[in-house]
């Protein structure tokens, strides 16, 4: 039995992000009977229960601002050293999303050696990027990267554009790398057209199916919303631009708005956030377009949420996109009217070429991100290391 400790997101059952969104997939729906698999969720208490058919344990985490996921990343790791012991657990993994606890890891790395455990490390995308973060909280971010990098075992990168970069910025440690991408599931919504809470939801916002351009994602200035939303108001479309995103009490949302006035075009409709994912789902296949303005990290889980679903995807031209999208989106870059002269030449894309675009994103979608592929080869990855070595 390999039992696979995993360390880094907030837990399941799922409410959040995609770290938690994969937990929850990888061990709802796995396949071989080999794999033990212990989640850490972050709670309120110590207790432990079983989810999934999995054992998942709470760590309770002080309230202490932007280092309480790095305080739930250290307490959950000698959680995990701490049952390994006392059970005497054997051909294990200790596998960490994300890149929190460096400048602390080397001595739970000699502690996981001493009992021949393994640890791999998802690094995430480039965290020290993110502008939500102050100078000294990006530092802390790009140095803690560095020695998470130095010290693991293997590093599961779910974009090669960020196994690269692992592997040339930080060559110096001759990283063992792995790539597994993100998942993703090309199924329909089960909701409607004519559902009461979808159609409640357009007269809401005054919004018609098929007729919006639509952004699903955190409102952070590097995903580029002003970009996006500055040359919307450019172009010619009648269309409008629905923004599924959380920007209450944001100062991003108030500078955003002196700088564009986006206020004074009616198709620019700020619609708040959508937990409902069956509704959400239905959204995103009723948009005429996607608009995906990310830059940083690797492969956004929105993003392969949107060429499941939308028929037609424009995208920032970055290599983490381009990776993801490839012949199934239509790209756009920084340009001044570049976006405009790209949303107005959209709008006027027949049938048959928005049906390609979404037969080849679907099609990426089957081949390349499917959960069962990723499944298959994480489980494959955690059964076939050794105690002397990794095999991949």
């Known amino acids: 039995m390999t ?27 796995k396949v071989n009977k080999e794999i033990s698999y212990h989640v850490s969720c972050m709670a309120e208490d110590n207790q ?23 305080i739930y990343d250290i307490l959950s790791l000698g959680e995990c050293i701490k049952y390994i012991k006392k059970n005497k657990v054997t051909n294990a993994v200790v596998y960490i999303l994300a890149c929190r606890i ?16 393994k640890v791999f490390v998802n690094p995430d995308g480039h965290e020290w990027k993110r502008s939500k973060w102050n100078y000294y909280i990006r530092q802390y971010w790009k140095i803690s990267e560095k020695l998470m990098v130095k010290h693991a075992d293997l590093l599961v990168c779910d974009s090669k554009g960020i196994e690269t970069y692992i592997k040339e910025d930080y060559s110096v440690f001759s990283p063992q790398t792995k790539f597994i991408a993100y998942g993703a599931t090309v199924k329909p919504s ?38 996006m939303i500055r040359e919307f108001m450019q172009s010619n479309s009648q269309k409008s631009l629905v ?13 955003l708005l002196k700088r ?16 409902d994912q069956e509704l959400l789902q239905k959204i995103r296949e009723q948009a005429y377009g996607y608009f ?14 949107a060429l499941a679903s939308t028929k037609l995807n424009l995208l920032l031209d970055v290599v983490f996109n381009k990776e993801v999208g490839a012949q199934g989106a239509v790209y756009f870059n920084k340009e001044k009217g570049n976006l405009a002269a790209l949303v107005d030449s959209a709008d006027l894309y027949s049938l048959e070429q928005i049906e390609d675009l979404s037969f ?23 059964l076939n290391y050794t105690e002397g070595a990794v095999k991949y």
Do not use: M
């Not at 432990?48 to 790095?70: D, L, Q, T």
């Not at 080397?106 to 009992?115: I, M, S, V």
């Open 48 to 70: 432990e229960f079983i989810y999934n058919g999995v054992r998942c344990f709470n760590v309770k985490v002080p309230n202490v601002g932007s280092a309480k996921a790095v």
């Open 292 to 305: 995906h303005g990310h830059e940083v990290g690797g492969t956004n889980p929105s993003l392969l949420e």
């Open 102 to 117: 460096g400048p602390f890891f080397a001595k739970y790395k000699k502690e996981l050696e001493r009992l021949g455990v």
């Open 360 to 382: 080849k994103a679907k099609k990426r979608i089957l081949d390349e991100y499917s959960w069962e592929k990723i499944i298959d080869e994480y489980e494959t990855l955690f």
């Open 3 to 29: 039992n696979v400790f995993i360390i880094g997101s907030k837990g399941i059952p799922a409410k959040y992000g995609g770290f938690e969104t994969f937990v929850e997939y990888l061990t709802r729906n």
């Open 190 to 227: 089960t909701l409607e057209s004519d559902a009461y809470k979808l159609t409640e939801w357009y007269e809401k916002h005054s919004v018609n199916p098929f007729q919006y351009y639509l952004i699903v994602g955190r409102f952070v200035p590097e995903n580029n919303y002003e970009l």
């Open 243 to 255: 923004i599924i995103s959380n920007v209450e009490q944001n100062s991003f949302y108030e500078e």
């Open 260 to 275: 564009t006035k986006f206020n004074s075009d009616p198709r620019i409709k700020f619609v708040g956030t959508v937990y």
